[in-house]
């Protein structure tokens, strides 16, 4: 196999467009974002829950990266698919730099709990104990739990000629032991048995255990594997161990060709559990020849098998944290504040009429975006509402408003993504039960994903009808955006509102897709249109005119709109990136690249607001987006990208959320041109972009620092 490309392009010889060494590689790109959410578990000023809560977030991070992206990349091989990814790999390639780089952020990631983190709880008086250290009033407590509430709920599963091995839902856990008839010396002509016990998911993970001195808990995993032998009498326990299975958990619809959309992803949902195993994690301790049976029965090779000493499944540990609610051991609570846009007993609309409204989340509250939609199903002048739901998250406010709407008799339709992957079956109980409301429920374009975030209310006024929207950079759930950092944006700009009418016209029924007035939509014109704005930036350049491009996302992965920066940097634009996740751009590469800058921001919320900047000063562009530079987003799912052009707001745009992250010495990582992340050294003055944005909410007013200045006139040698 060539060698992993970790260098940057020879400066001495033109860049060439197609050049494999212009690019990172996607996957291990993701890899070094949870090696950056790490780092945040790996930071000692932190409050010990709070590292907690990386170190499960690596966890699960990973789950999606093998369920997604290596299962893919294991169809092509099993395809025979040579097909190189811009980077220049191939995807048998590719595998092989993943495993090296996932092995080694595991035992990275368990190195930490064991040697760090266990002892940081205990000293909080957090404890969680393994059985062979229980004290006799632990055995017994374990012991009576396992015979009253656990061992009534479990199926002892041989695997033998007639017992094939068990088909084990993804991400599950679950116990395997090797048995010998009749106790532990083995007697001639017999053989070790392999056997499966199921751990079930409707128990809790984490068992209550008394304790001298503090709270104590046990892994409901380890404590059915210390009396899973009960399950098998007249045999012994040879070897035990705690495993785990991930599957390819895509799903293989094509929507174009399926009559009942709904009912097709439905059975889709129940083959996800058949899906081909794409790892095995088991605990360290396990036999050698018990790795190898489960391995080889799951079809799985040496890597493709990791070893955890420690919690399988570490983010079920973070439930420690529940009922903990002493200061001291995590962040103290936000309370995100209201905006002053909108007044206490002023209907929104009202607020909106008089003129755009942004909202930064979490810092501000995303009450008004449910205030938007309740209120519009309370008001009786209101005669329609139309709102997209990609994610809503449980419970949803917004369900339960849309359904009082269409009972109430107005017009109302949501376009529901059935394909939003991994809530597929929570958006299918969101469809039924809009449509058993009266909702009008459709599933968008076959072939396309759904996945901006746009809301519509249409109102009687005298004689006249007004429009008003919402359009978004994250979901309509009100539970990540006290998580994740997101934009909202109010509007009556009647032209605005004309393109929003139009798109749900587009979506519902059939019309040609009109010449839009305000909004940027893909497919279709959305790649075109942010190349034409880098062009544009790059041509002021040419002509000696000042140029710059600032922009923030959470993934560049487009290779289209990377040659475009190239070109525009070599051109002479000053271009900053805030890009929190996956990277495949170059930055600093003399002669190609060297006045773009990439830095990644990873802190207490999750970047996710797309914003993006072209130009200098009062011209400058500004638009807000669902989308991602990326060609899925581009190309395969319906984006908008929509322009926030009152002043006010486009200097806080400028100044609060791309200023500031550009601004950071403490959270902000930067990039290097063999994409490695360089990590800041803060010292006592150091600027942290998300404290400042929640010391500025608390003190209800905006910041603007001095450094900001560089947005608008940027510094070349900067």
């Known amino acids: 196999m060539p060698p992993i490309l970790t260098a940057a392009p020879d400066a001495a010889r033109p860049a060439e467009p197609a050049d494999a060494a212009l690019f990172l590689n996607r996957e291990l790109s993701w890899l070094a974002f949870d090696e950056r959410v790490l780092e945040e578990a790996e930071d000692g000023r932190l409050p010990v829950l709070e590292r907690l809560k990386f170190l499960g977030i690596v966890s699960s991070n990973l789950d999606e990266f093998f369920m997604v992206r290596v299962a893919g990349l294991k169809t092509k091989v099993i395809n025979q698919v040579a097909e190189r990814s811009v980077d220049g790999l191939l995807p048998a390639q590719a595998l092989e730099a993943i495993s090296q780089k996932t092995h080694a952020l595991v035992e990275r990631q368990h190195t930490l709990w064991r040697e760090v983190l ?36 479990l199926t002892p599963l041989a695997v033998d000629q007639g017992h094939p091995f068990p088909q084990l839902r993804n991400k599950s856990l679950n116990v395997a032991l090797l048995l010998r008839r009749g106790g532990r010396r083995k007697v001639r002509g017999t053989e070790e048995l ?28 380890q404590v059915i594997a210390d009396h899973a032998g009960e399950l098998f009498p007249g045999f012994a326990v040879v070897h035990r161990a705690v495993f785990r299975v991930t599957r390819n958990w895509d799903l293989d619809i094509d929507d174009e060709e399926s009559q009942d959309l709904l009912n097709t992803i439905e059975d889709e ?7 081909a195993a794409v790892r095995l994690e088991v605990a360290a301790g396990a036999p050698e020849m018990l790795v190898a049976r489960l391995a080889a029965e799951l079809s799985l090779g040496p890597a493709d098998v990791y070893r955890i000493d420690g919690p399988l499944q570490i983010q079920d540990v973070a439930g420690l944290a529940d009922a903990d609610l002493r ?54 002048d209101v005669i329609a509402i139309k709102q997209t739901m990609y994610r809503t998250g449980g419970d949803s406010p917004f369900v339960k408003a849309l359904s009082h709407a269409a009972e109430a008799g107005k017009q109302v339709t949501a376009l529901v993504e059935l394909k939003a992957r991994f809530d597929e079956d929570r958006n299918i109980r969101w469809a039924r039960k809009l449509a058993e409301s009266g909702v009008h429920v459709v599933y968008g374009v076959p072939g396309l994903k759904t996945h901006c975030k746009m809301a519509l209310v249409v109102r009687r006024e005298g004689a006249r009808l007004r429009r008003y929207v919402h359009l978004g950079t994250g979901n309509y759930n009100p539970q990540t955006a006290r998580l994740y950092t997101d934009l909202s944006l109010f509007s009556a700009s009647p032209e605005l509102c004309e393109d929003v009418a139009d798109l749900f016209d587009e979506l519902t029924g059939y019309a040609e897709p009109p010449r839009w007035k305000k909004l940027v939509v893909a497919p279709g014109n959305m790649q075109k249109r942010i190349l034409e704005l880098i062009g544009a930036q790059r041509d002021r350049a040419g002509r000696g005119e000042p140029a710059r491009i600032v922009a923030k996302m959470n993934a560049l992965v487009d290779p289209d709109v990377i040659r475009a920066l190239y070109a525009a940097s070599q051109a002479g634009v000053e ?9 495949c751009l170059r930055p600093g590469v003399p002669g ?13 919320f999750l970047e996710h607001s797309r914003v993006f900047a072209f130009g200098t000063g009062p011209e400058a562009e500004l638009f807000l987006s669902s989308a991602d530079w990326m060609p899925r987003n581009f190309n395969t799912r319906v984006e908008v990208m929509f322009p926030v052009e009152a002043p006010e ?30 990590r800041p ?21 905006t910041v603007r620092p001095p450094a900001l200045r560089q947005i608008a006139a940027p510094d070349p040698g900067t």
């Open 681 to 701: 050294d803060p010292g006592p003055a150091a600027v942290r972009s998300q404290m400042a944005l929640l010391e500025a909410a608390d003190r209800r007013r």
């Open 575 to 583: 271009i900053d990136l805030v890009v929190r996740g996956i990277c």
């Open 592 to 604: 190609l690249s060297e006045r773009i800058r990439v830095v990644s921001v990873v802190d207490r």
């Open 269 to 275: 949902l129940r083959k996800r559990d058949r899906g």
């Open 649 to 678: 707001l486009k200097a806080r745009l400028l100044e609060e959320v791309l200023g500031l992250a550009l601004a950071d010495t403490a959270r902000a990582r930067r990039l290097q041109p063999d994409g490695t992340y360089l």
């Open 118 to 153: 266990v002892s940081r709880l205990a000293e909080a008086g957090q404890r969680l104990v393994a059985p062979p250290d229980f004290d006799a009033e632990q055995a017994a407590a374990a012991r009576a739990l396992f015979g009253s509430q656990v061992r009534p709920a």
């Open 327 to 380: 200061p001291g051991l995590r962040v103290e609570p936000h309370l995100a504040v209201p905006s002053r846009a909108f007044e206490e007993g002023v209907p929104l609309v009202e607020a909106v009429g008089r003129g755009d409204v942004l909202l930064h989340h979490p810092y501000q509250s995303f009450d008004p975006v449910v205030r938007f939609i309740e209120e519009a199903a309370a008001d009786p």
């Open 194 to 221: 392999l056997a499966v016990v199921q751990v079930p998911a409707v128990l809790p993970r984490l068992v209550k255990l008394p304790g001298a001195e503090g709270q104590a808990h046990a892994l409901l995993d």
